[in-house]
């Protein structure tokens, strides 16, 4: 099992900036690629980033490249979701996720319980 909890969500005007933070305990969390998605009300959960074992590779939804970027601590068993020129479109209860796939499908084996980000206009 993996457990993982977000923080750092909260409300933010159009054009600010938010990080968000995933902790994980349990399972070696270097063995797990890690992703962060997010649901807006009445909305499917979408892809937003994910970023493989060693951080080397990540992969963006077209929505967001170039302003948000995802990274990740192996030694703290942590990832982060850097979200900057934030759009009132980005409000949605963001998640993250592990799997042992490198994949921006929902097929993640854990997930977060979400932290809410609200873009104001």
């Known amino acids: 099992q993996v457990q993982l909890v977000e923080s750092g969500g909260g409300l933010v005007q159009a054009g600010g900036s938010l990080r968000l933070s995933c902790a994980a305990s349990g399972r070696t969390f270097r063995n797990y690629a890690m992703g962060w998605f997010r649901q807006a009300p009445g909305k499917e959960r979408d892809f937003v980033a994910t970023i493989s074992w060693s951080g080397g590779s990540t992969v963006y939804a077209d929505s967001v490249k170039g302003r948000f970027t995802i990274s990740r601590d192996n030694a703290k068993n942590t990832v982060y979701l850097y979200m900057n020129s934030l759009k009132p479109e980005d409000t949605a209860v963001y998640y993250c996720?592990?799997?042992?796939?490198?994949?921006?499908?929902?097929?993640?084996?854990?997930w977060g319980q979400g932290t809410q980000v609200t873009v104001s206009s």
């Open positions: 996720a592990a799997s042992t796939m490198f994949t921006t499908s929902t097929s993640y084996d854990y």
